[in-house]
């Protein structure tokens, strides 16, 4: 008390500022968050819930430690009588502010406090109205300071921690994806069964300035993001924050409740036989006997499958054992339900049944695993539906619905848009660990609008409609940079991650779905028109290119900045665009018909400029080269269909007689290169003279690559376009129309 007495008679005000904060320093105490009302003496102090008698003697501190001021704010625990330090911050008289403030025209220290604090006598005495005009507003600034400090907490830290942990730890999945790694659409299992998952090359290993740029480029961005999300939410009163939060809660609540019981028994359905079914033999001898060979393919495939993996999901063409990939969780049978429509339409009528009887006593959903929501909607969803559509059997129906149902937990989220993974037990979704801030991925959700339609058509339930038709509401509320999609959407924020735009992996059907919605749809479905035709015209401007070398390719959109690189699986677009031609305004629709065939010949040149005639992963246009891929983890090719798919369309919309060429080398190339005695494997490097295979059978090579192949060498009317739907797996579904149905639901 003496020191603290002298101290403050003696002193010039500065030094008096470290008298201020004598207790916070002495030895073994916690400053409790009260600073000493400089003025009286402590003893005077006891008696107004400051110190009491008991205190020991304040100790002089040394000048200079202002920074002391926010400990005392924060500073946890107990005074030494026992009470809290929040109830003691709580007592704090704000006044013990006010000496730090005081300035000296106004009496300076001693003036302020002896008229202010210590002329009272008493700290309770002075209320805020002793304050000086300046004094307020720095009070109020500090407070303000305070709780935006409190806001920027509590939608800044999660951002944040993640952040530190890419900077500090290196372990963005950039560079090293997580043990539990799984690709999305464009970076399937298959992509990554070398520990190489084909969409990171940002952070590609052994490049650790790349990576690093990559990293800094993310948190920039992710900062950015986090600081416009903060802003927003504090311009809003914090009764509307609390609102937003309770309506919030109870959507989440309400969708679950609805969830649980979507669905009671199937409505009954009269079911028309499908048009362009029927199995017509090609008049051109040389045209059946192909057709001939590819339905021997399936053969081959399917008589492999069935000896060495049956009921497993996929074949090990080599070691003859199945092969299970974690997309599929615990499913089983994807080869099984992928293959159904394709055995259907070659005519493998007993491989169709027993295909059947596995699914009617096998196919079971009940499985404690993560899945990919996308990867099961397309194959078994998509393949169950085109059964059904196909054949009229009553449990592809059942199966899918069932199946249907057990996704929806995955849209739980605040804004609707569905986590990529989901564990179909318990109900519980996530997103894959390597997409940027936790988003979601526009190709994965972007893929769910053709069989959710239809799922709600067959079980008369609008939900799955719903489902999907929000996607489309919280995708057109938010603006898109240049008019494109970035690949990233976070599912709780509602907002897009990084600015990767890809009509490759990532991004592929999302374009693909929204054209075929308005096909489906019988050309009803006008806002997915536009929206297609919107963001081609916007892929056009900003991402498709001409080689000098006259190749037509579409790079990746990367922040602004353009990789010259295509991937196998943008090769689709070929096809897609020239489906599209028809619907384009009318000075387009030659237009989209040309790029459409020029894609189809740059894929085409990827394919003839390897040893094995088949084309790679990725092929670039930059350093000199063109239609080639330059980095060894982009050569191999895993039996994938996109080429092929669109010499399909191509060949159906020109009966150009090279797609029809172009596709016999491919079954040519396939037959000389991937063809083993246990089935098909893919191959590691197509440029190479010897195959390396991967020993994957993949289970799309049977519900696309051959299903594509088999049209491309079959009349037109066998699932004429005018009536058929392809989902991005190959699965068929049938344009909904107004008027004549093929399912007519009670
Ligand atoms: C298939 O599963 C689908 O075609 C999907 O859309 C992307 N590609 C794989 C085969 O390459």
């Not at 916070?24 to 003496?41: C, H, Q, T």
């Not at 000048?63 to 704090?92: I, K, N």
């Amino acid at each position: 008390m003496e020191n603290l007495t002298n101290c403050y008679e003696a002193l010039q005000p500065a030094v008096c500022h470290a008298c201020l904060f004598a207790k916070g320093a002495a030895p073994g105490r916690r400053f409790g968050g009260e600073l000493f009302p400089l003025g009286r003496p402590a003893a005077q102090r006891s008696g107004s819930g400051g110190l009491d008698a008991q205190d020991p003697a304040p100790q002089p501190l040394t000048p200079g430690s202002g920074e002391v001021w926010l400990l005392t704010r924060s500073a946890p625990g107990h005074w030494t009588d026992g009470r809290p330090a929040a109830a003691a911050t709580a007592a704090m008289p704000v006044g013990g502010l006010l000496p730090l403030f005081s300035s000296p025209a106004g009496g300076g220290l001693g003036g302020g406090l002896g008229g202010g604090l210590g002329g009272g006598g008493s700290r309770k005495g002075s209320g805020p109205s002793a304050f000086r005009l300046t004094e307020k507003f720095v009070l109020l600034l500090v407070f303000s300071a305070f709780i935006t400090l409190c806001f920027g907490a509590i939608f800044f830290l999660p951002d944040s921690s993640k952040l530190l942990s890419g900077v500090l730890f290196h372990s963005s999945p950039a560079l090293q994806p997580a043990a539990d790694h799984k690709p999305g659409p464009g970076a399937r299992a298959e992509d990554s069964k070398e520990g190489l998952p084909r969409l990171r090359e940002e952070g590609a290993p052994g490049n650790p300035a790349a990576a690093l740029e990559d990293n800094l480029a993310r948190i920039r961005e992710n900062h950015e993001r986090a600081l416009r999300e903060a802003k927003e939410t504090l311009q809003k009163l914090p009764e509307e924050i609390q609102r937003d939060i309770l309506l919030e809660k109870e959507k989440v609540a309400q969708d679950q409740l609805r969830d649980k019981d979507p669905f009671r028994g199937l409505p009954e359905v009269d079911f028309v036989p499908p048009i362009g079914v029927e199995n017509r033999e090609p008049a051109d001898e040389a045209i059946r006997e192909k057709r001939a060979k590819i339905v021997e393919m399936m053969k081959h495939a399917w008589n492999n499958y069935k000896r060495y993996a049956w009921g497993l999901n996929e074949l090990k063409p080599i070691s003859k054992e199945g092969h299970s990939s974690s997309l599929f969780g615990n499913i089983k049978g994807a080869t099984i339900v992928d293959a159904l429509d394709t055995l259907f339409i070659m005519g493998m009528k007993n491989e169709f049944q027993e295909a059947k009887s596995w699914i009617e006593k096998n196919l079971d959903f009940n499985v404690n695993a993560e899945i990919s929501v996308f990867e099961v909607n397309i194959r078994f969803v998509g393949g169950l539906l085109s059964a059904y559509y196909l054949s009229g059997e009553e449990i592809f129906r059942k199966k899918a619905v069932e199946l249907g149902v057990k996704l929806l937990p995955a849209f739980h989220t605040p804004s609707g848009i569905p986590w990529a993974l989901l564990n179909m037990k318990s109900g519980i979704g996530r997103n894959w660990p390597w997409a940027s801030g936790g988003s979601s991925i526009l190709a994965e959700f972007g893929t769910l609008h053709l069989e959710f339609m239809h799922l709600s058509h067959l079980s008369g339930n609008p939900i799955f409609a719903e489902k999907v038709m929000n996607i489309r509401r919280v995708l057109n509320k938010l603006e898109k940079p240049e008019g494109l999609y970035p690949n990233y959407l976070n599912p709780s924020s509602g907002q897009w991650g990084q600015h990767h735009v890809s009509v490759g992996g990532l991004g592929d059907s999302f374009y693909e779905y929204l054209l075929k919605a308005w096909l489906m749809s019988d050309k009803r479905d006008l806002e997915a028109k536009k929206m297609y035709f919107d963001a081609i015209q916007a892929i056009e401007t900003h991402l498709i290119r001409k080689s000098s070398g006259g190749l037509t390719y579409i790079a990746e959109w990367k922040g602004g900045l353009l990789e010259h690189k295509m991937g196998h699986l943008t090769c689709f677009a070929g096809g897609m665009f020239a489906l599209g031609a028809d619907g384009a305004p009318e000075a387009l629709a030659q237009h989209y018909l040309e790029l459409g065939a020029e894609i189809a010949r740059t894929c085409h040149e990827s394919y003839n400029r390897t040893f094995m005639k088949l084309g790679p992963e990725a092929f670039r246009f930059d350093g000199g080269v063109e239609a080639i891929a330059t980095r060894q983890n982009e050569k191999y090719y895993i039996l994938r269909p996109e080429v092929i798919e669109t010499y399909m369309y191509m060949w159906r919309l020109t009966h150009d007689p090279k797609y029809r060429k172009w596709a016999w080398e491919a079954v040519e190339a396939l037959e000389n290169h991937c063809r083993v005695k246990g089935g098909y494997s893919g191959l590691r490097d197509v440029y190479f003279i010897y195959e390396t295979y991967d020993d994957v059978q993949q289970s799309f090579f049977l519900a696309e690559t051959l299903k594509y192949l088999y049209l491309i060498f079959s009349d037109d009317d066998l699932l004429p376009l005018e009536h058929w739907i392809f989902n991005t797996e190959a699965h068929l579904l049938p344009i909904l129309r107004e008027d004549k149905k093929e399912v007519e639901v009670k």
